[in-house]
């Protein structure tokens, strides 16, 4: 299975190029895609309902603002959604962060940190492993290296 990245603008992309990263470290597969709830509802709609048959196991959508995107995909399907808040020079992020988690019972959306593209991909590929072992080794070997960083740190 692989993941989808959207993002509500190419100007969120220098965000979640994070998620890209962590996803290419883990050497899962992914397609990403410029996508917005406002400006491109009817596409929106043919994206998220074609993902399931086109392999996606987890949509991770960033969006800023008025921040929609994780939430209209959310309705849209039964697939894990994972909100990634822009920050905005307007509100700091705020804004994104609050347009996304208060989301109505019954359509969830699981939102990460106000630019949290890199957790969006590591929850992402949390969510794979468990139907892929090889995944699992992979995030220990993951979570020792960290561990190890703090432990040979020297001040
Ligand atoms: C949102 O509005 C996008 O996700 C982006 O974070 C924000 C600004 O978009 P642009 O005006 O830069 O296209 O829809």
Do not use: W
């Amino acid at each position: 299975m692989k993941v989808s990245i959207i993002m509500g603008s190419v100007s969120d992309y220098d965000v979640m190029s994070g998620a890209e990263q962590i996803l290419s470290a883990f050497g899962v597969d992914f397609e990403k895609k410029v996508i917005s709830a406002h400006r491109t509802p009817d596409l929106m709609y043919e994206y998220v309902k074609g993902a399931r048959d086109r392999g996606v196991g987890v949509i991770i959508a960033g969006a800023g603002g008025a921040a929609h995107l994780a939430g209209v995909a959310a309705g849209l399907t039964t697939l894990p959604v994972i909100a990634v808040p822009m920050q905005t020079k307007s509100l700091g992020g705020l804004d994104s962060l609050l347009s996304m988690v208060q989301m109505p019972t019954g359509i969830p959306v699981a939102t990460v940190a106000i630019g949290g593209a890199k957790n969006a991909a590591i929850l992402a590929v949390e969510i794979l492993a468990l139907s892929c072992p090889s995944l699992t080794e992979k995030l220990d070997e993951y979570r020792r290296q960290q561990a190890d960083k703090i432990i040979n740190t020297t001040i």
